[in-house]
Every structure is written in structure tokens, then in C-alpha cells.
């Protein structure tokens, strides 16, 4: 006998819109409703749930914060690909980076942060053009990359490394070659000259304040601010200047941007700013 599916109010998906803006900035509209509705109906028919209002309640009693993890799993999107808005890498490995070695100095380590990476596409092509420009020893001495995303299930997947046939696809052949190692017909693994470069941490960046000690050189975050509203995009654009360095790079997604005559960063070409030195 096949279950009907959890009925889905206005009541429970307005808490559930509220909730999800509160906790992680994601801003639900209307038209969101069938996403939310798929994505959380196999979580409570898991639990035994006939309903939203039940399922909200939940999570509201569950002390363990096991529920509201899984809830921000389902959630947050994660949907990303290898050599996305391909110019920023480019401009990172041509750029950005021979730019920054040159003026930071010879003892100096350069700092990157993948702001959102989701299953972690994003800083490991970061990884590959360090060692690009670099080479892999001077790399590891020299630079190092932060990744960060709200989902622990995102970060579950980046950290082991194994990406599709389709996926790698987008990368150049040379690419492909040098750094990943072949698991089956149609999955590959990440070197562990690129996973060495990486951290993972689970960050929330809708959080006051970040628990960052050093300044970065880089940061990505592309395709995170489209989910938020105006006033969480601003919010987060200041906090992206207090931790860029002089000089520092932000790259966001090709639909994103920052208003003109702004007082944090100045224009340097589509959805690439620059802190000024």
C-alpha cells in the first residue's frame, strides 16, 4: 500500500522558511515550496511523521541538534561542477596569484577560503592552479586553503574526493590527468597532493563574526549570496572585507555582485573585487 506524502501547510512552511532564514540566511519563497516538500518528506517518513507540524516540534525538542543538522543537510543546495564560471580560475592562476607571491614576499604564506564549497569542486580546482603557479612543493610551504559550507554532509563528500566521470569531464585533459587517480570506469579519487593543501570546517556565514586569526589573500564565494537577502548579502560583504588583506581578491558567482560605489571593494572585472591596498 504506497503512504501519501506529508501534507505541507502555509502554517508549517512559513516556520519552516523562518526557521531555515534564521539559522543559515537561505531566504524560502513560495516557489520553493515543492523543493522543501521533496527534500523533507523521506526525513519524516524516517521518524514516523504524518505531518510538518510534528516533524517542526522535533526539532524544536531535540536537544542533541543531530535533527537540525540533518534538517540543514537536506536543505542547503548543493549542486556544483568542476570548472564553474571557468574565467575565475584563470584569472586566479594568471592574475591573482603571481600578483600576490610577488607582494606578499618570499617568506610570506598566502591564505585562500572557499566560502560555501559545497562537495568541494571549488578548492580543489583552487589547489590545482596553486600548484599550477607554484609547484607542489612550494605549494604545500606556501599557501593554504580554507573550505568551509554549512553542511556537513557537503563536507562528508569533499573530504573523501571521489568525483564522477561527468563531473571531471569539465576539467582540461591535463588536468584530469595530473591530478586525480582512477577508482572504477566511472569515478575518480583527488590526489593527496591536493587534499593536503585543503582544510574542511563546518562554518555558518551568517554567524557575527568568523573565528579567523589570520587575514586572507583569496576568497571565493560564488553562488551563496543569491540564496540570502539584501541585508544578509550586505552583512556578509562587510565581513568579507575585515578578513581579505589589502590587496585581497573576492570572486562571486557571474549573477552576483557588489553595488557600485561601494566602500569595501573596487571593480576589477565581473563578480571579481579587490579590497584596496
Known sequence: MKTEAPLLTDEAFDKISELVHRRVGIVLTTQKRSLVLARLQSVLREHGFVNF??????????????????????IATNHTFFNREAPHFEFLKKVALP?????????????????????????????????????????????????????????????????????????????????????????FQIKPALQRL??????NLVRPHFPFKKQFHVVFCRNVMIYFDQETRASLIAKFYRYLAPGGYLMLGHSESIPPGNRYFKYVRPAIYRKEE
Request: proline content about 3%; glycine content about 6%; some cysteine.
Open 53 to 74: 507540524e510534528d516533524y517542526l516540534k522535533f526539532l524544536k525538542n531535540d536537544a542533541s541538534g543531530r535533527a537540525l543538522n540533518t534538517f540543514i543537510n537536506r
Open 99 to 187: 600578483q600576490l607571491m610577488e607582494s606578499a614576499g618570499r617568506h610570506s604564506r598566502l591564505h585562500l577560503w572557499s566560502a560555501g564549497c559545497s562537495s568541494g569542486e571549488e578548492p580543489y580546482q583552487m589547489a590545482m592552479e596553486l600548484i599550477e603557479v607554484l609547484g607542489e612543493t612550494a605549494a604545500a610551504e606556501k599557501a593554504a586553503i580554507l573550505a568551509t559550507d554549512i553542511s556537513t554532509a557537503a563536507l562528508n563528500r569533499a573530504q573523501i574526493g571521489i568525483y564522477d566521470r561527468e563531473n571531471v569531464q569539465h576539467l582540461p585533459s591535463a588536468y584530469r590527468l595530473k591530478y586525480f587517480l582512477p577508482v572504477d570506469e566511472n569515478n
Open 198 to 203: 585543503i582544510l574542511f570546517k563546518r562554518l
